[in-house]
């Protein structure tokens, strides 16, 4: 056959090219249009224009179960146009249809392949970047995602993290991801969601085309309808709408997602205690020299992840943030002193003299009373032994000390006693509470001081 100068027939927009057979100028003859669809003979009509409203009415019939996509006829459709003196078709309504019938329509769609290999499709670029798009933010966070991808476009080192801290370092798909303009089945267009359930789980979804039942979907996809069913629990298999989303298959990930991180943490050092002997503390007694804490070590881990599984977790950087300092303990080797000095210091926390030593009420009050203290600890005056500690009828809980030089004191109306006769109290040791036991109106310590059994006026003692 000799082809001559092409014509074109527009169909929404696509193409169906047509091509002449014979020259125009011959009179007498009418045209015919052959029309093949990938070399493959579909039929011949007379008509030109019927042919395009019947491919327009069978896009827009199509439509209706992929309102979404961009349907267009076959590209692989041609159509030949010949001139011939007597048409051999007999009935073009009849020769229409059925050329109508075998068109093919195809959505115009954007394949998203994994190694070379077409995976998915999707409407169009939009749609497959987003796609990618959506495979990382299964394993990333999107402020991640746009720190990282900013980091990567202004080419700037990142400031350090901090201590509890991670941060995004590398981020990539192990295959390689590539796409293009495609014609394809419109069922077997998927949306973002599907696409990318589809590549990380291998999940695949077939839309069902107008009249297509179960069964024939199953046998599509080599399943049986009980595999259609457990894959499917929520739809009725036994009446769905034609564009209805079916779930086929489920094979497991078609990409890896690779996800390098850093984080930084932080480790105590531990300290140590030592106790060292020191004559300058009492026997029995521990001093706190100093208190010290433990140390901080900072870890930066590279870490390291496939799919959201943690592939690896190496050490990066390792510094002491901060030394230990060990606890240091004085243990006391001073003999406890039982011999007073002769000076008597303030036995109570504070507190002001509320009656002094003299005559009072007809009798002489043999010591001096401590009120309104600061706090309750009642302390020895000077070295010496308990002589006394006891309840004591007007004194209530009262303690006596034998200061081993001629002098004794008494500490009266502890409310609670805290040493035992014979323990050797130093100059400043806990005796016990301030109270107001036995013959007392109030909260207050009554203090004497005698020397070889006569008692004395305390403040000519105290210094
Ligand atoms: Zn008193």
New binding site residues.
């Given amino acids: 056959m000799k082809l001559a100068a092409a014509s074109i027939l527009l169909v929404t927009g696509f193409e169906i090219n047509t091509v002449s057979a014979k020259p125009i100028e011959e009179s007498g003859l009418e045209p015919i249009y052959h029309i093949y669809n990938n070399g493959e003979y579909l039929g011949a009509v007379s008509n030109n224009e019927s042919l395009k409203a019947a491919a327009e009415e069978k896009i827009d019939h199509t439509q209706a179960a992929y309102e979404e996509l961009n349907l267009q006829v076959d590209r692989r459709v041609n159509v030949i146009e010949e001139k011939v003196f007597a048409s051999p078709i007999s009935n073009d309504h009849e020769a229409l249809d059925r050329v109508a019938e075998a068109l093919p329509i195809k959505a115009e769609a954007f394949s998203l392949s994994v190694d070379g290999e077409a995976a998915v499709y999707v409407k169009d670029r939009e749609a497959y970047n987003e796609t990618i798009k959506q495979v990382k933010l299964a394993f990333v966070s999107p402020e991640e995602l746009a720190e990282w991808e900013e980091r990567l476009e202004t080419g700037k080192a990142p400031a350090a993290i901090g201590v509890g801290e991670t941060r995004l370092m590398d981020l990539a798909i192990a295959q390689k991801i590539s796409g293009a303009s495609q014609q394809v089945d419109p069922s077997a267009v998927m949306t973002v969601d599907q696409a990318v359930s589809y590549l990380l789980k291998g999940e695949r979804f077939h839309r069902a085309a107008s009249g297509e039942s179960a069964q024939l979907i199953a046998e599509e996809f080599d399943m049986t309808v009980e595999d259609l069913k457990k894959m499917n629990p929520n739809l009725n298999l036994a009446a769905f709408e034609a564009g209805t989303s079916i779930k086929v298959a489920e094979e497991g990930p078609k990409v890896t997602v690779q996800v390098q991180r850093e984080e930084k943490t932080a480790k105590a050092i531990a300290n140590k205690t030592i106790t060292k002997k020191d004559k300058n503390v009492l026997i029995g007694e521990k001093k706190v020299k100093e208190k010290g804490r433990a140390g901080e070590r900072h870890v930066t881990y590279s870490i390291r992840e496939e799919n959201g599984q943690r592939t690896g977790r190496t050490v990066s950087k390792e510094a002491v943030a901060k030394d230990p300092v060990d606890r240091i303990v004085l243990e006391g080797t001073k003999p406890l002193p039982s011999v007073g000095t002769g000076k008597f210091a303030w036995p109570a926390e504070g507190g002001y003299i509320s ?1 002094g030593r003299g005559e009072r009420w007809g009798r002489l ?1 043999n ?1 001096i ?1 401590i009120a309104r203290p600061d706090g309750l600890a009642i302390k020895s005056a000077d070295h010496g032994v308990v002589k006394a500690a006891g309840a004591a009828g007007t004194f209530g809980n009262r303690v006596v000390v034998d200061h081993k030089n001629g002098y004794e004191t008494i500490y009266a109306h502890l409310s609670s006693i805290d040493v035992k006769v014979g323990e050797k109290v130093p100059k400043g040791k806990k005796l016990g509470v301030m109270g107001s036991t036995g013959r007392s109106t109030g909260l207050h310590l ?1 203090f004497e001081v005698s020397y070889k059994g006569v008692t004395k006026n305390p403040l000519n003692y105290i210094k």
Avoid: A, F, K
Wanted: net charge negative; aromatic share 0%.
């Fill in positions: 009656s009050h010591g009373d009554h």
